[in-house]
């Protein structure tokens, strides 16, 4: 067991502890020492409430015997109020402030985002813009390219309407060489027992002008008839108006000869020897020109030759 301060009595062999003869006495003055201090500690508190009792007191008796104590306190008061208020204008300050700071922070930002808004559709703009500039572009290397396929077409579509054009006219001159070949036989047959008997050269050239009016005859033939076949007025008019042509030639011809010669033999143009032999002109001429559109015809329903604008919706 411990005693008061004393070290611990320990058991050894053999041996015991010497006792101390000064070890409660201390203990009792280290208790009486502790006593006292708290006595003091109480003593010193009921000393400072009472001198505070009694000065807050004696305040008060200033206070109440005193004007002047009394302004200087009502003026305190007042100050502590103002500086009350003027904390909370400040704190009001401090919030205006920063609600401020956080409007202006808001209204940057609306303000940058409407900007980059602003900047967005101008980019879209610009791009739409492009795009119509583009599309305006391909339009027009689409129309370049197609009037090209077009002239490209034409030429390819001529071509061959030129050959057939051609061929048209080759049959054609062709037939009419077949129908003047008897005509012009008979004709110089007719006159040569006269003195003004048909010559060679003479009988060469008229040969030759048939095959002439008969080419063009097969060109014009297949342009104007075209698939117009089974109209028998076109088909007639077009060989009466070869025909005629070819016959007025012939008669002026022959009344020019009529008006030289009409002094020596006492004939006019108005003859029988003017107007019979043109008149056999005539019908020799609707003859050939007439052999020569069935000659064509004839092509056209073999396919050897094909009507105009036949190439073209073929191809096509």
Same mark, same amino acid.
């Given at each position: 067991?411990?005693? $008061?301060?004393?070290?611990?009595?320990?058991?050894?062999?053999?041996?015991?502890?010497?006792?101390?003869?000064?070890?409660?006495?201390? $203990?009792?003055?280290?208790?009486?020492?502790?006593?006292?201090?708290?006595?003091?500690?109480?003593?010193?508190?009921?000393?400072?409430?009472? +001198? *505070?009792?009694?000065?807050?007191?004696?305040?008060?008796?200033?206070?109440?015997? *005193?004007?002047?104590?009394?302004?200087?306190?009502?003026?305190?008061?007042?100050?502590?109020?103002?500086?009350?208020?003027?904390?909370?204008?400040?704190?009001?300050?401090?919030?205006?402030?920063?609600?401020?700071?956080?409007?202006? +922070?808001?209204?940057?930002?609306?303000?940058?985002?409407?900007?980059?808004?602003?900047?967005?559709?101008?980019?879209?703009?610009?791009?739409?813009?492009?795009?119509?500039?583009?599309?305006?572009?391909?339009?027009?290397?689409?129309?370049?390219?197609?009037?090209?396929?077009?002239?490209?077409?034409?030429?390819?579509?001529?071509?061959?309407?030129?050959?057939?054009?051609?061929?048209?006219?080759?049959?054609?001159?062709?037939?009419?060489?077949?129908?003047?070949?008897?005509?012009?036989?008979?004709?110089?047959?007719?006159?040569?027992?006269?003195?003004?008997?048909?010559?060679?050269?003479?009988?060469?050239?008229?040969?030759?002008?048939?095959?002439?009016? $008969?080419?063009?005859?097969?060109?014009?033939?297949?342009?104007? +008839?075209?698939? *117009?076949?089974?109209?028998?007025?076109?088909?007639?008019? +077009?060989?009466?108006?070869?025909?005629? =042509?070819?016959?007025?030639?012939?008669?002026? =011809?022959?009344?020019?000869?009529?008006?030289?010669?009409?002094?020596?033999?006492?004939?006019?143009?108005?003859?029988?020897?003017?107007?019979?032999?043109?008149?056999?002109?005539?019908?020799?001429?609707?003859?050939?020109?007439?052999?020569?559109?069935?000659?064509?015809?004839?092509?056209?329903?073999?396919?050897?030759?094909?009507?105009?604008?036949?190439?073209?919706?073929?191809?096509?």
């Amino acid at each position: 067991m411990k005693l $008061c301060g004393s070290p611990t009595l320990q058991a050894k062999k053999f041996t015991a502890p010497l006792p101390n003869p000064l070890g409660a006495r201390g $203990c009792l003055h280290r208790s009486n020492r502790r006593i006292v201090r708290a006595a003091e500690k109480e003593a010193e508190l009921a000393a400072v409430e009472s +001198v *505070d009792n009694g000065l807050a007191q004696i305040a008060k008796q200033i206070l109440s015997t *005193d004007p002047e104590a009394r302004e200087s306190l009502r003026r305190y008061e007042e100050a502590v109020i103002r500086l009350e208020k003027a904390k909370a204008a400040s704190e009001e300050l401090d919030r205006m402030f920063a609600e401020a700071t956080r409007g202006a +922070v808001a209204t940057d930002l609306q303000t940058e985002k409407e900007q980059r808004q602003k900047a967005n559709e101008r980019m879209a703009d610009a791009e739409v813009e492009a795009a119509e500039r583009l599309l305006r572009a391909a339009e027009l290397e689409y129309e370049a390219a197609r009037r090209a396929q077009q002239q490209w077409a034409e030429a390819a579509t001529d071509g061959p309407e030129r050959v057939e054009s051609v061929k048209a006219a080759v049959v054609a001159a062709a037939a009419g060489l077949l129908a003047e070949l008897p005509l012009l036989m008979l004709t110089s047959g007719g006159e040569a027992d006269g003195a003004a008997a048909v010559g060679p050269l003479s009988s060469a050239l008229s040969l030759l002008a048939a095959v002439g009016a $008969c080419f063009l005859f097969g060109v014009t033939y297949r342009y104007a +008839v075209r698939n *117009d076949s089974s109209n028998r007025q076109l088909r007639l008019g +077009v060989v009466a108006a070869f025909g005629l =042509v070819r016959a007025s030639g012939a008669a002026d =011809v022959l009344q020019a000869a009529a008006a030289a010669g009409a002094e020596g033999s006492g004939g006019g143009p108005l003859s029988l020897g003017v107007i019979g032999p043109a008149a056999i002109y005539a019908l020799e001429s609707l003859l050939l020109f007439g052999f020569a559109s069935v000659a064509v015809e004839a092509a056209f329903n073999q396919g050897f030759l094909k009507r105009f604008g036949e190439e073209a919706s073929s191809s096509s």
